[in-house]
Each structure stands twice: as structure tokens, then as C-alpha cells.
Nanobody, 121 residues
């Protein structure tokens, strides 16, 4: 199945922007069940943005958690085997380690190391 490498995190002030990248080695990003997760200190990992579809052949849909809707945008470049998360209007509560992986109904593949995003107030 391959593995995933996240990058692009960093320290940014509230209101700033970052773009995260997820490089896939293998065929992980070729289907419509992939997304971005995050895990803040002391909290469970949560799914914040995903690409999904009703059937393997139907048009993909983009779904966001309420906490990031209107601020984050998920996209992918199949030719580059890379998925992105554009994050705008960042808030301190967005501070977390961000991971990419498959999303339900697919089981997760091996988790990467993630990329740290820290938003200062």
C-alpha cells in the first residue's frame, strides 16, 4: 500500500496561513477515501478534512469538520501523488500534529510522523 510523509507545518501567528503536504509512496492517494487528521496534546485524533465519494466512480466530495469549515481546503495532485491542506485564518486551537491517511470505510495505513502546527495568540 505504501506510506505517507507529511510536511509543511510550523509556527505561525493567529490569523496566518500554512499549507501542509502529504506525499504518498504507493497508490494510497489514487482513490477517494483520504483525508487529514490532527491530534492536539491530551486529545484524541480527529478527522478535519476528507475526500470521499458515494461510489468509487462517482464525483469526489470534500467534507470538513465544523471547526475548520470555511478556513481549510483539502486538495490533491494525482500526478504528483501529493495531497494538500491549505489552512487560513489559523487559530490557537488549531495547534496540533497533523497527519494524512485513508478515511472510513477504508482502514488506516501505517501512520506517518505527522507535521507539527503551532499557532500563537
Amino acid at each position: 500500500q505504501g506510506h505517507l510523509v507529511e510536511s509543511g507545518g510550523g509556527l505561525v501567528q493567529a490569523g496566518g496561513s500554512l499549507r501542509l503536504s502529504c506525499a504518498a509512496f504507493g497508490s494510497i492517494l489514487s482513490h477517494n477515501f483520504i483525508g487529514w487528521y490532527r491530534q492536539a496534546p491530551g486529545k484524541q485524533r480527529e478527522l478535519v478534512a476528507r475526500i470521499t465519494s458515494d461510489t468509487p466512480d462517482s464525483e469526489p466530495r470534500l467534507i470538513y469538520a465544523d471547526s475548520v469549515k470555511g478556513r481549510f481546503t483539502i486538495s490533491r495532485d494525482n500526478a504528483k501523488k501529493t495531497m494538500y491542506l491549505q489552512m487560513n485564518s489559523l487559530k490557537p486551537e488549531d495547534t496540533a500534529i497533523y497527519y494524512c491517511n485513508t478515511v472510513p470505510p477504508l482502514p488506516p495505513v501505517q501512520w506517518g510522523q505527522g507535521t507539527q502546527v503551532t499557532v500563537s495568540s
